[in-house]
């Protein structure tokens, strides 16, 4: 997107309507999106994301579970940035966040904030598991749909549509087999649907100046609580701190060590169906771990 520092931001409906910017700077962003911070005259600061028109769909789904977890959370605990403005513009398309200043810190109310968003929320949950539109998972679709059976939402909403994809670079097993029985296993488990971020890998967290936890660039939806836990055990950079004050806040039921490799597997399909490499390898082995534990059921 070509933001003209001399220009007004034009077309952009709300707060920001008829502000002149002066000063833009490129920030680190993901692999699909571009990422600024955005001063305007008025001295206020903010984060734009900005696309083509085509991932306009994108940039709504994060937007709505931005705006989804911020009813849940307590916001001694946890900040989530709400959006502030949200368009498709004439070649581009932008949403607006409020800018953040991140820091290294002692990652408790991290830990107790996402415990407390996940209780709270299910408390008040959908009686079933899924979401109503169609959302992402990185640029992969992440599909709508709502079941009350945990392991059928799971296996057929998520791990289905990844290992189809995969078999375009020729992922091989017994597929019926193995879902079926994984469909099983998740059954006896029967856990309570709660809001989760659903990419919460550690570039996806962060802290407060203050001590807040920071969570952003959800790919929420309605699922088992330890999803969310699962994923920050993949790529690591969680602190001890962080697993102890979530689980003095909520703790986790019996088992859900051996469910990491399962929920995980579903992240490691989906980077292998976009980057390739490694990953696949990483899935094949994955699979064939999570068959061994299923045998014993």
């Known amino acids: 997107m070509d933001l003209n ?5 034009t077309g ?33 600061e903010f984060f734009a994301k900005t696309s083509s028109r085509e991932h306009f769909q994108m940039l709504e789904y994060e937007a709505s579970g931005l705006t989804a977890l911020n009813k ?41 904030g996402l415990a407390m968003l996940h209780q709270q929320s299910s408390i008040h949950h959908q009686e079933k598991f899924g979401w109503g539109v169609d959302g992402f998972i990185g640029s992969n679709p992440q599909i709508m749909g709502w079941n009350k059976s945990w392991g059928k939402c799971f296996v057929e909403l998520r791990l289905t549509p990844q290992i189809e994809m995969a078999k375009q670079w020729n992922l091989s097993f017994d597929q019926a087999k193995f879902t079926t029985n994984l ?31 920071i969570l952003f660039d959800p790919a929420t939806w309605w699922a088992d609580r330890e999803v969310d836990i699962a994923m920050t ?39 292998a169906n976009l980057f390739g490499g490694g990953y696949r390898n990483r899935a094949i082995t994955s699979i064939k771990e999570i068959n061994s534990l299923l045998e014993k059921y």
């Open 5 to 9: 520092l001399q220009e007004e931001i």
């Open 12 to 44: 952009i409906k709300g707060p920001l309507s008829g502000e002149k910017i002066v000063e833009v700077n490129s920030i680190n962003g993901g692999c699909i999106h571009l990422a600024w911070k955005i001063k305007l005259a008025t001295g206020q």
């Open 72 to 112: 849940q959370i307590d916001q001694d605990y946890l900040i989530i940035p709400k959006p502030i403005a949200l368009q498709q513009l004439e070649t581009s398309a932008i949403l607006i966040l409020p800018w953040m200043e991140f820091v290294q810190g002692n990652e408790k109310k991290l830990g107790q």
């Open 183 to 213: 469909i099983k296993y998740l059954e006896k488990h029967n856990p309570i649907p709660s809001l989760v971020h659903g990419d919460l890998w550690n570039g996806n967290a962060a802290m407060h100046k203050n001590g807040e936890g």
């Open 233 to 271: 055990k993949l790529f690591g950079g969680f602190s001890q701190n962080f697993y102890e004050s979530y689980e003095s806040t909520w703790r986790l039921p019996a088992g859900h060590e051996e469910r990491v490799a399962i929920y995980n597997l579903y992240h490691i399909l989906n980077h």
